[in-house]
């Protein structure tokens, strides 16, 4: 017993030499050994951030990480081998026979704003079961750097309305509408992995936001077949989806957006592009309801402008 007492101290004095408030770790040596713990011992709206070290393992947890929890900075100590996973889908049923419905299959919900993540991956391990969403994202300024995002159809959640995100290094994966949801969110030099078919986004913008997913030098492929996937179709009618310098490969169809099977999304939905490169960009081929911006326009497309001012990397 009193080995484990000094154990325990002595990894809460090395979490605090290293700036962790908190180390999680499944053996034993931090202060928990579960991520929900870690969340729900922050104290509630606290002004300074907490940070959370995650050693590594696979953590099997349905996570919530409340909307009083503000400023937590999660930090992995292995992007590849910290994993926050769980299995839930659409049709599984909860405790009434219930389908639990794509929103509530998520394995990780975050509420709490000025949340930050680094250097983890989030999965939903369920496999190909239909909507089965690996991250949830209410948070306004919410983070995420060098993170992994794994899953199949719906595997991230944009979902807070008026929410500002940012997704940087990150690898996101997917199959059907894998990116999706109503926030405003920059994603820089991240890799979109496409599996089998279907489409990067779909979004659901409000009309009154300004601007929704902008893709700013990232890498769009995988191991898809050939044509077999479409930049983005509206979820609802005035989404909004722009790539910046991004690299696409032959996965992408020539005519990179869809409708969704309803006239007036073309009115009402704005899809655009700036130099699109690889054997994916086909700007002559394009849908001839989107976009191919001039450089006057893609100028209004920074990262400041989009987050309204808003600067995830300021110390």
Not at 54 to 67: C, D, M, Q, R, T
Not at 205 to 224: K, L
Not at 260 to 269: F, H, Q, R
């Amino acid at each position: 017993m009193r080995y484990f007492l000094l154990l325990l101290l002595s990894s809460l004095s090395l979490g605090r030499a290293f700036g962790y408030d908190f180390v999680v770790a499944q053996d034993g040596s931090g202060r928990f050994r579960t991520v929900q713990e870690a969340f729900n011992a922050v104290p509630d709206f606290r002004k300074k951030v907490t940070t959370i070290l995650i050693k590594k393992g696979i953590y099997k947890e349905k996570l919530i990480l409340a909307g009083s929890k503000q400023f937590v900075h999660l930090i992995g100590e292995d992007r590849d081998r910290t994993i926050l996973t769980y299995d839930d889908y659409n049709q599984k049923k909860n405790i009434f026979g219930e389908d639990k419905g794509t929103s509530g299959s998520a394995s990780c919900y975050i509420y709490g704003g000025d949340f930050s993540a680094e250097n983890l991956t989030f999965q939903n391990s369920s496999g190909p079961v239909g909507q089965a969403v690996a991250m949830w994202v209410d948070s306004d300024k919410a983070s995420f750097v060098n993170c992994r995002f794994l899953g199949f159809q719906d595997t991230l959640y944009t979902y807070g309305r008026g929410s500002r995100q940012f997704y940087k290094g990150c690898y996101i994966e997917g199959t059907v509408d894998f990116i999706f949801g109503s926030s405003t969110a920059w994603f820089e030099d991240c890799e979109i992995f496409c599996k089998k078919g279907g489409f990067v986004t779909a979004a659901s913008t409000p009309d009154t936001a300004r601007f929704g997913y902008v893709f700013s030098r990232c890498r769009i492929g995988g191991d898809a077949p050939a044509g077999s996937f479409g930049l983005g179709r509206p979820w609802r009618p005035y989404a909004k989806t722009v790539y910046l310098n991004c690299e696409l490969s032959a996965v992408i169809r020539p005519a990179g957006w869809d409708a969704w099977d309803k006239e007036s999304n073309k009115k009402t939905a704005y899809y655009a592009e700036y130099q699109s490169r690889g054997p994916g960009a086909a700007p002559d081929k394009r849908a001839p309801w989107s976009h191919q911006l001039t450089e006057a326009e893609a100028r209004l497309y920074t990262r400041d402008t989009v987050l309204h001012g808003w600067n995830p990397e300021a110390k």
